[in-house]
């Protein structure tokens, strides 16, 4: 009876943590999928009034939040192009606590930013269409996979 306790209390207390975080790492992965990535890239109907606003009411929606993100960016890439980016990261970005890298060609990306003055609730995009290096979020330092944008290398 004592070791089937203590391999239980093992199990708790050892591979539950672990469990969580692959969990909250596949979310992390799979919410840059759909959050960050646009390929082929999408033509919203001319309602939406331009790509970003189109984009960011479905950002929005599968955030459930109700305020404007200021900038965001959409890769229009195949995923496993940008995955490559990710497989050697040596640098350690201590205010995200995950592994960062800096993309070695450019790729095309739409950048967001909300319009000024405006009420909030609108939520009126302008687009901005380039390519660019990019600093990436990563999984982890060897054989990750992106899980956010940083920002473009200038």
């Not at 969580?20 to 890239?41: C, G, H, S, W």
């Not at 050697?88 to 450019?106: G, M, Q, V």
Request: glycine share 4%.
């Amino acid at each position: 009876m004592v070791p089937a306790v203590a391999q239980l209390l093992f199990l708790q207390l050892v591979l539950r943590p672990t469990l969580v975080m692959a969990v909250q790492l596949e979310i992390a992965v799979q919410n840059f999928r759909t959050l960050n990535m646009d390929y082929p890239k999408v033509k919203f109907p001319d309602d939406f009034k331009g790509y970003c606003n189109g984009f960011m009411s479905y950002v929005r929606g599968r955030k459930e939040q109700w305020y404007c993100p200021k900038t965001h960016y959409v890769l229009h890439t195949p995923w496993k192009t940008i995955w490559k980016s990710c497989k050697n990261s040596e640098s350690f970005c201590e205010n995200y606590n995950e592994y960062c890298t800096l993309t070695t060609k450019p790729f095309p990306i739409t950048i967001c930013r909300v319009n000024k003055r405006q009420p909030p609730t609108s939520c009126r995009y302008s687009s901005t269409e380039t390519n660019r290096k990019l600093y990436l979020l990563c999984s982890s330092k060897y054989e990750g996979q992106p899980i956010g944008i940083l920002g473009l290398y200038k």
